[in-house]
């Protein structure tokens, strides 16, 4: 509800989404519980604040204790192996002991938005990325560019002009506009399952290729920008420099310079812990995919090799070189967030896989803290003496007989 700028969900209606597989927690029974079986066939594809709602509706029935306001700053490993994380609520700092912490901190779950190197080139004033809060409603009768060709870059440039801009000129690197969705298309309960399981060269292979083919935007979020006349697409056309002219800066690339009152870059999200001091204990202390799989040459990929190798139940994995007790307390951390994709494929940060992800996440913790608790698990059995029989519902037949021959 703050930046995400699209009319709909990408996502068809009826996947299940984090329902958990309880049909009466789907969006499908929520809606149709409000509105009826027909709106639900004649709508098409969920709108944004709808879901919102949805959301929040789970959030009650479920009574989630989800804390809002409150932002985690800061994490310490305890001789005790407890986990002492520093939280603030409205400027008031405490500390919150948790024997397992799940990062599920989003699409920059590790990191932050992230700009090319060309937008430091100008007064900040003049530049935004797609997921900043931006009064969308000042840019009436401003030239606005955009750089991107994602889904992010389309939403922004059809609310620029749905607020009235003067003109929106949306740049992309590429001869095209990407059109496959591989991950979507190829996606199966095989893959949601059976990724986890696959070599690292080939769950390598799968995240660069998919990388380099890009995700479209979906089709109706370019047609709500081309419906405007005043929207232009240029494509191989890389932002080369950035120029301040007046009261505005120039974009250059190498068809052409462009005047804009506001650049917005929709160019996405990295792993990048020097931005996010919160996470400053896990910083070179987690494994990361570039510390394990060297990719054979033409396959090198920074994002992708900075991004965490993750264990079986998303929990991080130590670098060798830690200490038993440091390394342990590592992994008694988890990241259900985007970063996570490369190693479980995509089953966090997603509605259409996020219950088998969290399911996956659940066990994985459960085991943990069984095996954890081990010596208490076996002292419980070991010392557990209730019965089920009273040893009234039967009777010994040959001591029947015996108490029969003795009565005569
Ligand atoms: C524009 C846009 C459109 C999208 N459309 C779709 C779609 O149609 N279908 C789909 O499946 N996915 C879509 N996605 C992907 C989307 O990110 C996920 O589906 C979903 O929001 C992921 O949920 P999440 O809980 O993992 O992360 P998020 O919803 O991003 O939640 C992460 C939360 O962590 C909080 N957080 C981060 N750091 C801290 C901290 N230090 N302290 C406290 N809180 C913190 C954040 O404030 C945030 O509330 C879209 C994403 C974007 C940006």
């Known amino acids: 509800m703050t930046y995400a700028r699209m009319e709909t969900l990408r996502t068809r209606k009826d996947a299940v989404g984090p329902a958990l597989g309880i049909p009466s927690l789907t969006f499908r029974a929520w809606f149709e519980a409000q509105y009826g079986a027909q709106a639900y066939l004649d709508m098409g594809l969920i709108p944004r604040p709808m879901w919102m709602e949805y959301l929040v509706w789970y959030r009650r029935v479920l009574d989630l204790d989800v804390v809002n306001e409150t932002a985690f700053a800061g994490l310490d490993f305890r001789e005790d192996g407890l986990l002492a994380l520093q939280v603030e609520t409205g400027g008031q700092a405490r500390k919150v002991f948790a024997r397992r912490v799940v990062l599920a901190t989003g699409l920059d779950g590790l990191g932050a938005p992230m700009q090319p190197e060309v937008a430091n080139r100008v007064s900040p004033r003049f530049v935004k990325h797609g997921a900043d809060l931006i009064d969308m409603a000042l840019l009436k ?51 949601t399952h059976g990724y986890l399981g696959l070599p690292d060269a080939d769950k390598w292979t799968y995240m660069v290729a998919g990388e380099r083919a890009q995700i479209p935007p979906p089709r109706h979020s370019v047609q709500r920008v081309s419906r405007h006349p005043n929207a232009f697409f240029h494509v191989a056309s890389p932002v080369d420099d950035l120029v301040e002219m007046g009261d505005g800066v120039e974009v250059v690339t190498p068809k052409g310079r462009y005047a804009a009152d506001l650049v917005i870059f929709a160019t996405g999200f990295s792993v990048d812990f020097g931005k996010r001091p919160e996470f400053a204990a896990l910083r070179d202390r987690i494994l990361l995919w570039q510390d394990v799989y060297t990719p054979p040459p033409g396959w090198e990929h920074a994002g ?3 991004s965490p190798y993750l264990g079986p139940a998303f929990e991080f994995r130590p670098k060798p070189d830690l200490d038993i007790a440091t390394a342990d307390a590592v992994s008694r951390i988890s990241c259900f967030a985007y970063p996570a994709v490369p190693s479980h494929g995509k089953i966090t940060s997603g509605i259409p896989s996020i219950s088998e992800g969290a399911t996956r996440l659940a ?8 095996v954890e608790d081990r010596a208490n698990h076996l002292d419980r059995f070991l010392g557990f003496d209730t019965p089920e029989l009273l040893g009234d519902e039967w009777t010994d037949a040959d001591l029947e007989e015996e108490v029969n021959r003795a009565n005569g």
């Open 304 to 306: 992708i090799g900075a």
């Open 363 to 370: 066990t994985g913790l459960t085991r943990s803290l069984f």
């Open 141 to 191: 009768g401003k030239r606005v560019a955009i750089v991107g060709a994602g889904a992010s870059a389309m939403d922004n440039a059809a609310a620029a002009l749905e607020a009235g801009a003067l003109r929106v000129d949306i740049f992309v690197r590429r001869p095209d506009i990407p059109r496959i969705d591989k991950f979507t298309g190829v996606g199966s309960q095989g893959m």
